[in-house]
C-alpha cells in the first residue's frame, strides 16, 4: 500500500491506494478537486460539504451516461446496461423462485 498526501480545495488529506495505482488516484484526485472548486467559484454553493455533494451528483451523472463498451449493448448509457442487468436478475429470480420450494 502506498499513501499519498493530497489537497482537495486547499484541505489536506492522507489516502491509501495499491502499490502501483498512485497516478490514478492523483488524476482523480485532481478531476475531483477541479469539479469542487469550479462549484465554489461559481458562488451559488457555500459549504465544502454541499459543494461535495453537487460535484458528486454530476461526477455519477457523467459516469452513467458513459456509453457501453463495443459489443451488442455499445448503443446504450452504463445505466441502462445496469437497468437491463436488473431486469435480468428480476426474470431469473422469478424463474428459479419455484424451483427451490422443490427441494
Not at 499513501?3 to 484526485?29: R, T
Amino acid at each position: 500500500m502506498s499513501q499519498l498526501d493530497v489537497a482537495i480545495m486547499g484541505q489536506g488529506f492522507k489516502l491509501s491506494c495499491k502499490a502501483g495505482e498512485e497516478s490514478e488516484l492523483q488524476h482523480a484526485v485532481r478531476y475531483l478537486d477541479d469539479r469542487m472548486c469550479a462549484i465554489r467559484d461559481a458562488g451559488k454553493v457555500k459549504g465544502n460539504d454541499r459543494i461535495a455533494v453537487i460535484a458528486a451528483l454530476g461526477i455519477a451523472a457523467e459516469l452513467l451516461a458513459t456509453k457501453a463498451p463495443e459489443g451488442p449493448l455499445s448503443d446504450l448509457t452504463m445505466s441502462a446496461v445496469r437497468d437491463r442487468i436488473d431486469a435480468m436478475h428480476a426474470v431469473l429470480d422469478s424463474a428459479l423462485t419455484p424451483q427451490e420450494n422443490l427441494f
